[in-house]
């Protein structure tokens, strides 16, 4: 379930809020930004990684086809928490120390890098899900 929970919430940020921040001024973006790392940051990484664990759990107990892809979600699991935390997390700290409306000269826009990473990490954690709905099924 938590994996799909995964799946769901980065899946629904690919939707509908990556192209909103994309279509947003620059101190729009930023001060939006800011305002839904605010409850994301602190959340998503428990929910990522107690998957990973419950995956490696399960993989430890489940005989059979089931174990092989629960090894699969687990490994899913932990790409999705490399990529956030090594791809997104410093892009959403950088945006983070800036004020909105004094944007530097020299800024440059992340938007572009961030949805790519966002994209990966939605790809590895939607495996995920079908992986550990077919491990579960078997």
């Known amino acids: 379930m938590t994996s799909g929970v995964v799946a769901g919430v980065l899946f629904a940020v690919a939707l509908s809020v990556l192209p909103a921040l994309r279509a947003m001024p620059p101190a729009q973006y930023v ?7 605010r409850h994301w940051d602190p959340a998503m990484p428990v929910i990522v990684l107690g998957s990973c ?5 399960l993989a430890c107990f489940a005989g059979g086809p089931g174990r092989p892809l629960f090894v699969a979600g687990a490994v899913l699991l ?7 935390h090594f791809g997104n997390v410093p892009i959403n ?6 004020v909105p409306d004094e944007l530097p000269a020299d ?3 992340p938007r572009p890098l ?3 990473w ?10 995920a899900a079908v992986v550990n709905v077919l491990a579960a099924a078997l």
């Open 53 to 57: 664990i419950a995956d490696a759990v």
């Open 78 to 84: 932990l790409a999705v928490s490399v990529v956030s």
């Open 118 to 127: 966002h994209l990966l990490r939605t790809v590895l954690a939607g495996l």
């Open 93 to 98: 700290r950088r945006v983070k120390r800036v």
């Open 107 to 109: 800024w440059q826009d």
């Open 31 to 37: 001060y939006t930004h800011q305002l839904l790392g």
């Open 114 to 116: 961030w949805g790519r």
